[in-house]
């Protein structure tokens, strides 16, 4: 059964970078789409992008400026930074994986987040 | 890009069916078949119930049932348990300038 799990500080300063890595167990990243998402405290999910083993990439047209996904298979790893960010930013982030093969359909399973505060 | 528009709240009584719309446009909900619902209960992360407008992921009770007309999709819940008492998240394909996803606002289900 696919885990995943999210790391990386909980507190970042503005104007610097937000940087997460998620550790995927029991499956390999080498199939399939792997996504971050994130949800703002009493909000609804916000899907920042994905990426393939291939390295093709998938981002929310109102983030693609400041985000960037990578992944290394041989650590069964994908990282997000999302760069200049602001108290807007503050949130809940999942990874997980989309199982639809366009990366584009429906995420299972999801990691149990992690929050991030951007604050001075 | 604007979040798929579904009710603030719902409620029901147990036994009761209740009803969940999300309302998008052409571009996401109407343009393909890609569309799932998440159960989310407090502190916990989404739990995908629905996928592809109508179908079950392995272990999710088929008291949850989903349909989709033009730019709407509707998620049912029959016989209304209090463990059903939830957040419920709809999310679709969606193209503007590029491919992507876009989910809900949410619903808050209350079983009273």
């Known amino acids: 059964q696919v885990q995943l799990q999210e790391s990386g500080p909980g507190l970042v300063k503005p104007s610097e970078t937000l940087s997460l890595t998620c550790t995927v167990s029991g499956g390999s990243t080498r199939s399939y789409y792997w996504s971050w998402i994130r949800q703002p405290p009493g909000t609804g999910p916000e899907w920042i992008g994905n990426?393939?083993?291939?390295?093709?990439?998938n981002y929310n047209p109102s983030l693609k400026s400041r985000v960037s996904i990578s992944i290394d298979t041989s650590k069964n790893q994908f990282s997000l930074k999302l760069n200049s960010v602001t108290a807007a930013d503050t949130a809940v982030y999942y990874c997980a994986r989309d199982q639809a093969l366009t990366g584009l359909g429906w995420i299972d399973p999801w990691g149990q987040g992690t929050l991030v505060t951007v604050s001075s | 890009q604007s979040a798929l528009t579904q009710p603030a709240s719902v409620s029901g009584s147990p036994g009761q069916s209740i009803t969940i719309s999300c309302t998008g446009t052409s571009s996401d909900v109407g343009s393909h078949n890609l569309v799932s619902w998440y159960q989310q209960h407090p502190g916990k992360a989404p739990k995908l119930i629905i996928y592809?407008?109508?179908k079950w992921p392995s272990g999710v009770s088929n008291r949850f049932s989903g349909s989709k007309s033009g730019n709407t999709a509707s998620l049912t819940i029959s016989g209304l348990q209090a463990e059903d008492e939830a957040d419920y998240y709809c999310?679709?394909?969606?193209?503007?300038?590029?491919?992507?996803?876009?989910f809900g606002g949410g619903t808050k289900l209350t079983v009273l």
């Open positions: 592809e407008v109508n």
């Open positions: 990426i393939y083993s291939s390295g093709r990439t």
């Open positions: 999310s679709s394909y969606a193209y503007t300038t590029t491919p992507h996803v876009i």
